[in-house]
Structures are given as C-alpha cells and as structure tokens.
C-alpha cells in the first residue's frame, strides 16, 4: 500500500513543494491549508486529498487528521510545516501578537502532532517531520518572538524524538536558512513600533537586515521538500537536517564559537550595538 503524508501549510512555499514532490513519488498526499481555494492545483491529482487546517482552529485539526485517515487508511508521516515569523521590539509588541506566534508556530504544531499519534501508536510506526529553521538554534536581534517559537521547537521535538522511540514513531526535524517563499511577504509580521523611538535605531538596522538575509544565498522550496522526502524515508534515527549551505554555515558560525560571548560580540558589531 502506497504511504501517506499530511502536511500543513501546503497553500504555498516549502509546503506546497513537498506536496509536489511526494505526490510525484506516488504518495498519498493530506495537503491542508487555511483556504482550500488555494490548493485547487493539488487536488486535481488523484493521490492528493485537500483538507482545511488551521492551526489557530482545533477542531479543523482533529477533522482533517480524522479525513485523511479515512480515505488513506494511515497517515505515515506528518510534516508539521506552517508558521509564519513575528519580529519586532519584545516590550513593544503586544502579548496578542506574541500570543499568536506560538499559537500557531508550537501549540498548533504540537495538537497537529497530538491527532496523529493514536494512530501512529496504533500502527507502531510513523515519521513526524517539525520544520524549524535555523533561527531554532540561533538568533537576529528583533527576533524574540520567532526565535523563542523555532527554539522551542526543537526542543520538544528533541525530547518527543527519545519519548516515542520505543513506540516506533521517529521524531525528525528540519533547518533551513534563507528559501525563495512568500515567507517575507504574507507569513511575515513586523512590529515597528514607531510610538517607542529608544528601538527605532535597531528597528531600522533589523529590518533592512533582515531584508538582505531574504535575498542572500537561498535555497528554492523544492530543495527543502527533498530534504524533507530524504528524513520521512532514510529509516534513521537522525533527528536534525540542515538544509543548505548558508545555514550549515550559520550554524557553523554559532558553534564553533567556544563560548556564547563570541557569537554575541559578533551581532552586537553586525548591528553596532
Ligand atoms: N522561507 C524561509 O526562509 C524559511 C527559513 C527557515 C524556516 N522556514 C519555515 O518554513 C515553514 C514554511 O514557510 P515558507 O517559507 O514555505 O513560507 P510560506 O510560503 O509563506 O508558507 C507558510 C505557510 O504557513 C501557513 N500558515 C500560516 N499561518 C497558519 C495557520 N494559522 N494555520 C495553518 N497554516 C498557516 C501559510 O498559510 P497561508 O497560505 O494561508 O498564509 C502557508 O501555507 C515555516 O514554518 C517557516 O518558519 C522558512
């Protein structure tokens, strides 16, 4: 019998590509998203059933876990892929914004998780694939929200990876630097924060940083959704898979520094703080 993948966030980016690129590899393919309209592409292949899924939305969880059971039998894999990155000033973003970060990047991710494991348990056999980035294990000033969302998913998904071990389930999860998605458009939430001028200075250097980084050495989607195809397939216990060279060498950067402090002294003269 064919495997079965769900994703979230298959709308658009590295979660449509993976879509495409399990599909062609005769997958069955669960691609949900917030707006079905947006997967009409998609759910013209037979292998692909398009579900609703939002993560702010449990109930739209639960049914479109429960749809994609029922007309592929299983779920194999789940590729936890939708998030969107609220950057700006911590003491000037509202806790509603904050709120929504991790709603949707960790507790959505996590009740996504939660749907499938009766079955994966069940079966005593399945794959869940978190995407992080590599800003889950380094950090942009202006990134706290994010930054704080992307490091906590790792680490639950470190210590899920050695809870579910002996129940056949591997826990993987993926980090990539900068790709070519709309992530700097529409999953993209800048809190400026013109009212607080003391963080205007950093406001401004950030922004245009974080601008340059969209534009710098990217990887395309397709890249990332075969990464992606190799960690659900490989059988390992491989828990983390960089995704490309700028972020093998961001990450190489951040931890070749013996101590933290020459990684801090590093961005504080980046952003002249
Ligand atoms: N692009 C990068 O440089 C980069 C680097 C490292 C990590 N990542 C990570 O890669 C993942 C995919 O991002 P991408 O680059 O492919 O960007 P993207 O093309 O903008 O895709 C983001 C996806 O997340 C979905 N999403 C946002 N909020 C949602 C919610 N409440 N419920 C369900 N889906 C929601 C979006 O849905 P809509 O279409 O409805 O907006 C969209 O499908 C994210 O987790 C991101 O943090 C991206």
Same mark, same amino acid.
């Given at each position: 019998?064919?495997?079965?993948?769900?994703?979230?966030?298959?709308?658009?980016?590295?979660?449509?590509?993976?879509?495409?690129?399990?599909?062609?590899?005769?997958?069955?393919?669960?691609?949900?998203?917030?707006?079905?309209?947006?997967?009409?592409?998609?759910?013209?292949?037979?292998?692909?059933?398009?579900?609703?899924?939002?993560?702010?939305?449990?109930?739209?969880?639960?049914?479109?876990?429960?749809?994609?059971?029922?007309?592929?039998?299983?779920?194999?894999?789940?590729?936890?892929?939708?998030?969107?990155?609220?950057? @700006?000033?911590?003491?000037?973003? #509202?806790?509603?914004? &904050?709120?929504?970060?991790?709603?949707?990047? %960790?507790? /959505? *991710?996590? =009740?996504?998780?939660?749907?499938?494991?009766?079955?994966?348990?069940?079966?005593?056999?399945?794959?869940?694939?978190?995407?992080?980035?590599? @800003?889950?294990?380094?950090?942009? #000033?202006?990134?706290? &929200?994010?930054?704080?969302?992307?490091?906590? %998913?790792? /680490? *639950?998904? =470190?210590?899920?990876?050695?809870?579910?071990?002996?129940?056949?389930?591997?826990?993987?999860?993926?980090?990539?630097?900068?790709?070519?998605?709309?992530?700097?458009?529409?999953?993209?939430?800048?809190?400026?924060?013109?009212?607080?001028?003391?963080?205007?200075?950093?406001?401004?250097?950030?922004?245009?940083?974080?601008?340059?980084?969209?534009?710098?050495?990217?990887?395309?989607?397709?890249?990332?959704?075969?990464?992606?195809?190799?960690?659900?397939?490989?059988?390992?216990?491989?828990?983390?898979?960089?995704?490309?060279?700028?972020?093998?060498?961001?990450?190489?950067?951040?931890?070749?520094?013996?101590?933290?402090?020459?990684?801090?002294?590093?961005?504080?003269?980046?952003?002249?703080?």
């Amino acid at each position: 019998m064919n495997q079965t993948i769900l994703i979230t966030g298959a709308s658009s980016g590295i979660g449509k590509a993976s879509a495409t690129v399990f599909a062609d590899r005769g997958w069955n393919v669960v691609a949900t998203m917030r707006n079905t309209d947006d997967g009409i592409e998609l759910a013209g292949r037979d292998n692909v059933l398009v579900e609703a899924l939002d993560l702010l939305d449990s109930t739209s969880i639960t049914t479109a876990v429960g749809r994609g059971i029922e007309r592929f039998g299983a779920i194999d894999v789940l590729l936890n892929n939708a998030g969107y990155g609220a950057y @700006g000033p911590l003491e000037a973003t #509202p806790m509603s914004v &904050l709120r929504r970060q991790f709603e949707v990047n %960790v507790f /959505g *991710l996590v =009740e996504t998780v939660k749907a499938v494991l009766p079955s994966m348990r069940a079966q005593r056999n399945g794959v869940i694939i978190n995407i992080s980035s590599v @800003g889950g294990r380094m950090t942009f #000033p202006l990134g706290s &929200l994010y930054h704080g969302s992307k490091w906590a %998913v790792e /680490g *639950l998904s =470190e210590a899920l990876h050695f809870e579910l071990a002996t129940l056949g389930i591997r826990v993987k999860l993926i980090e990539p630097g900068g790709v070519n998605t709309d992530f700097g458009g529409r999953s993209f939430v800048f809190t400026h924060a013109p009212e607080s001028p003391d963080y205007q200075p950093l406001v401004d250097m950030a922004a245009a940083a974080l601008q340059e980084e969209a534009s710098d050495d990217n990887q395309e989607p397709h890249e990332v959704a075969e990464l992606i195809f190799n960690a659900a397939t490989d059988g390992t216990d491989q828990i983390r898979y960089i995704s490309g060279d700028g972020a093998a060498q961001l990450l190489a950067n951040r931890y070749s520094a013996e101590q933290d402090e020459q990684f801090v002294a590093g961005m504080r003269a980046q952003f002249g703080l």
